[in-house]
T-cell receptor, first 112, second 114 residues
Framework: QKEVEQDPGPLSVPEGAIVSLNCTYSNSAFQYFMWYRQYSRKGPELLMYTYSSGNKEDGRFTAQVDKSSKYISLFIRDSQPSDSATYLCAMSEPSGTYKYIFGTGTRLKVLA | NAGVTQTPKFQVLKTGQSMTLQCAQDMNHNSMYWYRQDPGMGLRLIYYSASEGTTDKGEVPNGYNVSRLNKREFSLRLESAAPSQTSVYFC?????????????FGPGTRLLVL
């Protein structure tokens, strides 16, 4: 079993839809949770960062962490064609371990 | 402020050839990383450098070597390239700011080994 599982998609939604992207994990020691967006033929760019449990909102994006279920989510409201990309979740243990574990990514297409 | 830069952007090698991928960051980060990204496999850590002067193996280190030349630069070397090393390679650096610990990625190097 992989430490981090992510549905690869592709996920196609109409413009304006609410998108929900998810990852599950098995390592209860993970404390830092991140979402990266990767456009085609580009490097991943940090979208959201959350420490431990709870929600974090930034514009149209909301990240949720449920440590009891070992489940993290990224919600995109009012999705736009420019949101079409691959979304990668990433996790790490507390500072000092240096290693990050990435999901395989979910490909999202927002149709105009 | 260029962030993380990588050279070359694209490279074609023949089996057995060697090459070095270069990475530099101007954000004064201590930690730097090399990943490879393959379809369906996600990002896999090859090597990392927690600080200047130290390097450690990641998940898939075989066939690679690294050098942390100084705080800014971290290079990845393929001594004898194999077709299985065809991939997209990303360099990243990590900030240690409290409550904002995360990695920043370069644009990638696409490597094709024939």
């Amino acid at each position: 079993q992989k430490e981090v599982e992510q549905d690869p998609g592709p996920l196609s939604v109409p413009e304006g839809a609410i998108v929900s992207l998810n990852c599950t994990y098995s390592n209860s020691a993970f404390q830092y949770f991140m979402w990266y967006r990767q456009y085609s033929r580009k490097g991943p760019e940090l979208l959201m960062y959350t420490y431990s449990s709870g929600n974090k909102e930034d514009g149209r994006f909301t990240a949720q962490v449920d440590k009891s279920s070992k489940y993290i989510s990224l919600f995109i409201r009012d999705s736009q064609p420019s949101d079409s990309a691959t979304y990668l979740c990433a996790m790490s243990e507390p500072s000092g371990t240096y290693k990050y574990i990435f999901g395989t990514g979910t490909r999202l297409k927002v149709l105009a | 402020n260029a962030g993380v830069t990588q050279t070359p952007k694209f490279q074609v090698l023949k089996t057995g050839q060697s090459m070095t991928l270069q990475c530099a960051q101007d954000m004064n980060h201590n930690s730097m990383y090399w990943y490879r990204q393959d379809p369906g496999m996600g990002l896999r850590l090859i090597y990392y450098s927690a600080s200047e002067g130290t390097t450690d193996k990641g998940e898939v280190p075989n066939g690679y070597n690294v050098s942390r030349l100084n705080k800014r630069e971290f290079s990845l070397r393929l001594e004898s390239a194999a077709p299985s090393q065809t991939s997209v390679y990303f360099c990243a650096s990590r900030t240690l700011q409290v409550a904002q610990e995360t990695q920043y990625f370069g644009p990638g190097t696409r490597l094709l080994v024939l």
